[in-house]
C-alpha cells in the first residue's frame, strides 16, 4: 500500500477537500463546453418530501452552480401516480437542454422503482444505475459508474491508497453500493470479498481486508476490533441516531486508533457522491459533442 501509514491515529481522507478539487477541474471542462455554445444540464426528480433527500439536492443545487452547470428540480406529490411520473421522466429524456437525470431515491411504496428507474433514457442516466449502465460495468465498459462506488475509488485514488494487488472487503451487497464498488475494485486489481450483515465470522473477513468498505446501513457496526492495522477504512453509510446525531457504519473512534486511513462522517463519502453525479453529467455532454 503507498505510503507507510501504520496501525493508527488513521490519516483522515478529506471527502469535501477532494470534492473541492475535482469541482476545479469540471470548471474547466465545463468552461470549454461554455465556449462551444453548450451548457451541461442536470435534471432532478423527487416524489414526496423525505428530508434527507431534500438536503442533498440542496447540496446538490449549491455544487452546480459552483461548477457551473445548469440545474432544475422537479418535484412530484408523494401520492403522485406511476404514469404522471413517468410522463416527467419521458419530457426530460427529450428535452434537450437536460444532459442528466437523477430520481432520488427511495421513492413511495405504490411507484415500481424498477419500472421507473429504468425508464430513464441511457445517455442520460448519469447516477449510474439503469440495467444499461450496471451491465456496461459488469461488462468492463462503464458509461456512466455509480456515483458512490466511483466517490469510493476517487477518495482512494487521491489519498494514495494503492488497490492493485490489495485485498479488498466490501461489508453491503446493494446494488447502489456494494456490488459495483466490488466491481470497481476488482477493476483496480484488488482481490475482493462481498461480505453483509449475515456473513458468518465477520470480523475475520474484515481484518484480512487491506481496504474496507463498509456499507451494511448499521449505524458503527464496524468496530476498530475488526480492522486490520494500517487498512483504508471507507465508510459509506450515514445513519440517524435516536439523539439526531450522524454517525456512519464504522465505529470512528476505535477504527482510527487501528487503520491507515479512514473516512469522516459526515464529510468523507458524501461530498463525492454530488462531485461524482456531476462529473457524470459534464461527461455526457462530452460524449455527445464527440
Not at 22 to 30: C, M, S
Not at 91 to 101: A, F, K, S, T
Not at 210 to 234: N, S
Request: with cysteine; proline share 6%.
Amino acid at each position: 500500500m503507498t505510503g507507510a501509514a501504520g496501525a493508527g491515529p488513521a490519516k483522515i481522507i478529506d471527502g469535501t477537500a477532494i470534492s473541492r478539487e475535482i469541482y476545479a477541474g469540471l470548471k474547466e471542462r465545463v468552461a470549454v463546453l461554455g465556449r462551444a455554445n453548450v451548457r451541461p444540464g442536470l435534471a432532478a426528480v423527487q416524489v414526496g418530501d423525505n428530508p434527507a433527500s431534500k438536503i442533498y439536492l440542496r447540496n446538490k443545487v449549491r455544487a452546480c452552480d459552483e461548477v457551473g452547470v445548469y440545474s432544475e428540480l422537479h418535484h412530484l406529490a408523494a401520492d403522485s401516480p406511476q404514469d404522471v411520473v413517468l410522463a416527467a421522466l419521458d419530457q426530460l429524456n427529450r428535452n434537450p437542454r437536460v444532459h442528466g437525470i437523477l430520481l432520488q431515491l427511495p421513492l413511495p411504496q405504490h411507484l415500481d422503482a424498477e419500472r421507473v428507474m429504468q425508464s430513464i433514457a441511457p445517455e442520460k442516466d448519469v447516477d449510474g444505475l439503469t440495467w444499461g449502465s450496471l451491465g456496461s460495468l459488469v461488462a468492463g465498459h462503464a458509461v456512466f459508474e455509480p456515483c458512490t462506488p466511483a466517490g469510493v475509488i476517487a477518495l482512494l485514488e487521491r489519498s494514495g491508497v494503492a488497490m492493485d494487488r490489495r485485498h479488498a472487503v466490501v461489508v453491503g451487497r446493494s446494488v447502489i453500493v456494494g456490488k459495483p464498488a466490488a466491481l470497481m475494485l476488482m477493476a483496480q486489481g484488488a482481490t475482493v470479498t462481498i461480505c453483509h450483515s449475515h456473513t458468518r465470522g465477520l470480523a475475520d473477513h474484515t481484518r484480512r481486508a487491506d481496504i474496507l468498505v463498509a456499507a451494511v446501513g448499521r449505524p458503527r457496526f464496524i468496530t476498530g476490533e475488526m480492522v486490520k492495522p494500517g487498512a483504508a477504512v471507507i465508510d459509506v453509510g450515514i445513519n440517524r441516531l435516536p439523539d439526531g446525531k450522524l454517525a456512519g457504519d464504522v465505529d470512528f473512534q476505535s477504527a482510527r486508533n487501528v487503520a491507515g486511513w479512514i473516512t469522516p462522517v459526515p464529510g468523507g463519502v458524501g461530498p463525492m457522491t454530488i462531485a461524482m453525479l456531476i462529473s457524470n453529467t459534464v461527461r455526457a455532454v462530452e460524449r455527445a459533442q464527440q
